[in-house]
């Protein structure tokens, strides 16, 4: 009497293909393209746990598997070591390490644009700190006006003086509560602030010593990313955050604006008006150049750059022109 022995089948994933094999001999595989970019998008795919189609395709197979990614796939079990070699299919070092390549830089964009999203969200929470701030302050003012602030520590910013005046002890309770929520405010405001500038000097070092962490975090989270910013023109860069004037110049004929977020410069601030317009495309072209060293070439020029602002700032304010 004689017995068939169904031989086990397996399923491996090499970098440049997926192979069907038994206990004797490859019984069948899916090559991948040879391409870089389409070897860095498999090794990718399989990286965050997904299927090729290369491996559906051998499911009617339902091999035996080793890794939980292809437990869709067929049975998860110890599988018999495929000896195989890229160069026996025609796949040779060079190109899996312009795969690589590829695959880390994907990694590093992908990288960048996680702390990219993570700069706008602690910028648009600043801004809503410094609204609700402000807000509480003017209802504390309204609620009593005998009160002072006193430099130092935060912790110290407001002091409320009594003076002659008696209060409730539940109405005292609930004014020293707001004064406290409001210190703590400022508290998180300087901590966000913080990390924005350790953050920025790390991932814009450049942009972030023309025009200062703060203004570059915001041009930034404007722009859409550092990449983003490196494609504008100096003339885009000079009116980021005025979009609605510049839509009520073109509207309505209003004075076109000189400058958006860039105004908060202290170059610009305190030139005299005049002079800003200039100063602000000075300002302007200096952050185009140095975005495009941050987001492409990484080379730190910040101190060349801002030697020959400087001149130039020199120059612009005693000229007599406007």
């Known amino acids: 009497m004689h017995f068939l022995f169904k ?40 990286q965050k746990g997904g299927v090729l189609e290369e491996e559906e395709y051998f499911k009617k197979h339902k091999p035996v598997v080793d890794d939980e990614r292809l437990s869709s796939i067929g049975k998860i079990g110890k599988v018999k070591k495929l000896y195989v070699m890229g160069k026996e299919f025609g796949y040779d070092n060079d190109l899996l390490r312009k795969a690589c390549i590829k695959l880390a830089m994907r990694k590093i964009r992908e990288e960048q644009e996680k702390r990219e999203r993570r700069i706008t969200e602690a910028v648009e929470t600043l801004d809503d700190i410094i609204k609700v701030t402000n807000i509480l302050l003017e209802r504390m003012r309204n609620w009593y006006d005998y009160f002072s602030f006193e430099g130092g520590d935060i912790e110290d910013v ?73 494609m504008f023109p100096a003339g885009t860069i000079q009116l980021l955050g005025a979009e609605r004037a510049l839509f009520r110049h073109l509207k309505d004929g209003t004075p076109p604006p000189k400058h958006g977020i860039i105004f908060q410069h202290e170059m610009i601030k305190k030139a005299p008006k005049e002079k800003r317009g200039k100063i602000a495309r000075l300002l302007a072209t200096k952050i185009s150049i140095a975005a495009k060293a941050d987001a492409f070439t990484k080379n730190f020029i910040a101190n060349e750059l801002k030697k020959e602002m400087m001149e130039k700032y020199e120059e612009i304010i005693k000229s007599k022109e406007k």
């Open 7 to 46: 031989l086990m089948t397996y399923l491996k994933t090499k970098w440049f293909g997926v192979f069907l094999y038994d206990e004797k001999k490859i019984k069948d595989k899916k090559l991948f393209p040879k391409e870089p970019d389409e070897i860095a998008e498999k090794i990718y795919l399989m």
């Open 158 to 230: 407001l002091a409320i003086k009594v003076g002659d005046k008696k209060l409730d002890k539940i109405e005292e309770e609930n004014i020293k509560n707001l004064a406290k929520l409001i210190v703590s405010l400022q508290k998180a405001r300087k901590d966000i602030e913080n990390y924005i500038k350790k953050t920025m000097e790390e991932m814009a070092p450049n942009v972030s010593n023309i025009a200062g962490a703060m203004i570059s975090a915001r041009l930034i989270a404007r722009a859409g990313g550092i990449d983003k910013l490196a």
